[in-house]
């Protein structure tokens, strides 16, 4: 047994689940996982997972399957996120080669829950409070509401902005003067919502 609790076999799940979902954005499905890491059945994946989950190391969410919630160096109130840095150009944003680290936090702190803090470069949404170098809570998701603040991908750059949605069309607001509006035209640009704002935290 770890720290944590965990068998041998466990932790090689726990370890794999963590991994995928830092490199691909999402937990593995169980025929995956059985394969990742030489089960016979597909069932002995689920018997593991269901044992991370009653251990509290890994929680059921509707959207994606499985989230994680803590490690052996947070208490089990707390939720050990991603940090997300500089984006490289068109990879996946929780890829491994964007997260800086790792971030704990309260996990009662936020609704709905976050899958990952994005480090904020600049300015732009100044004035809805959301200064450079402040960890964005973002919560995973392709849609969102018109008006609320999202992590969107033009092509190849990710972007933090107030999305506005207007007969048809697609546009990216700051909230600083000092910035223009993106006009984006679907057709033409590759355009996808990555996630939804829920809360930031500053570091001092």
Not at 142 to 171: M, Q, S
Not at 181 to 199: K, R
Request: charged share 30%; proline share 5%.
């Amino acid at each position: 047994m770890d720290e944590q609790g965990l068998t041998r076999n466990q932790r090689r799940v726990f370890d794999h689940i963590r991994d995928c979902m830092r490199e691909h954005g999402r937990a593995p499905t169980l025929r995956e996982m059985a394969e990742a890491l030489g089960f016979a059945r597909h069932s002995s994946a689920q018997d593991y997972v269901d044992a991370l989950v009653r251990k509290g190391v890994l929680e059921r969410s509707q959207h994606r399957g499985l989230r994680l919630v803590q490690t052996s160096r947070t208490p089990a109130a707390t939720m050990l996120l991603p940090l997300v840095g500089r984006v490289a150009a068109g990879s996946p944003i929780l890829a491994t080669e964007n997260i800086e680290g790792e971030f704990g936090i309260d996990a009662a702190l936020f609704r709905p829950r976050p899958d990952y803090f994005l480090r904020v470069i600049g300015s732009s949404m100044r004035d809805a409070g959301i200064l450079d170098g402040d960890l964005a809570a973002i919560r995973r998701t392709d849609h969102a509401d018109n008006g609320r603040i999202v992590v969107a991908r033009i092509d190849d750059e990710v972007t933090l902005k107030t999305l506005e949605l207007k007969n048809g069309k697609v546009r990216l607001l700051p909230s600083n003067p000092e910035f223009q509006p993106i006009d984006v035209d679907p057709t033409t640009t590759h355009f996808a919502i990555e996630g939804i704002y829920v809360g930031m935290i500053r570091r001092t």
